[in-house]
């Protein structure tokens, strides 16, 4: 299985920042990875798809790069909204994986 | 609109059987893959299945093989997961999601809760 990993696990920080997340994949998987947003108790959504394709409707504070292993989501100017989790995941190769999250909060 | 809405969750003993349910309604149901994710208490998200349009390739985790059968009726554009020999590792809140193409995942229910325990 491919294995996604995820840094930070959890960040802080203030309004107006701008934040990164990285996902690293124990293989080659070109771009097939996407982002999604979790905000508590809620049902994930959809950001970013082929590493770096911004969903309809998704604000453009958000976007995402990379291939190959490692992969970088980023909030250009973070908002009181964003708060949430955040997870990368891989769908080159079944069982499709994903990153362990990476918890956002205001600081 | 597009709308996927779960059903069929609740507390089974380590053992038991379960089926849960996924209508889905809003887009043609069977252009599309479709899947079961899953997310135990606290956790992060796990892919369980996924089912091709026609029904003909079925997908599964290691763990649940042979214990789990997804499984959807395009007629009545629903999703099911029948699952049987059900574990405590199994409490999770699972989730219905379309593929907009195998393994990206555009629209989810908002999930059922599914708790093994005695």
């Known amino acids: 299985d491919i294995q996604m990993t995820q840094s930070p696990s959890s960040l802080s920080a203030s309004v107006g920042d701008r934040v990164t997340i990285t996902c690293q994949a124990s293989?080659?998987?070109?771009?097939?990875l996407n982002w999604y947003q979790q905000k508590p108790g809620k049902a994930p959504k959809l950001l970013i798809y082929?590493?770096?394709n911004l969903e309809t409707g998704v604000p453009s504070r958000f976007s995402g790069s990379g291939s190959g292993t490692d992969f970088t989501f980023t909030i250009s100017s973070l908002q009181p909204e964003d708060i949430a989790t955040y997870y990368c995941?891989?769908?080159?190769?079944?069982?499709?994986?994903f990153g362990q999250g990476t918890k956002l909060e205001i600081k | 609109e597009v709308q996927l809405v779960e059903s069929g969750g609740g507390l089974v003993q380590p053992g038991g059987s379960l089926r849960l349910s996924c209508a889905a309604s809003?887009?043609?149901?069977?252009?599309?893959?479709m899947s079961w994710v899953r997310q135990a208490p606290g956790k992060g998200l796990e892919w369980v299945a996924n089912?091709?349009?026609?029904?003909?390739?079925?997908y599964y985790v290691d763990s649940v093989k042979g214990r789990f059968t997804i499984s959807r009726d395009n007629a009545k554009n629903s999703l099911y997961l029948q699952m049987n020999s059900l574990r405590a590792e199994d409490t999770a809140v699972y989730y219905c999601a379309r593929d907009r193409y195998s393994g990206c995942y555009d629209y989810w229910g908002q999930g059922t809760l599914v708790t093994v325990s005695s």
């Open positions: 089912i091709k349009q026609d029904g003909s390739e079925k």
């Open positions: 082929d590493a770096s």
């Open positions: 809003g887009f043609t149901f069977s252009s599309y893959w």
């Open positions: 293989q080659d998987i070109s771009n097939y």
């Open positions: 995941q891989q769908y080159d190769n079944l069982p499709f994986t």
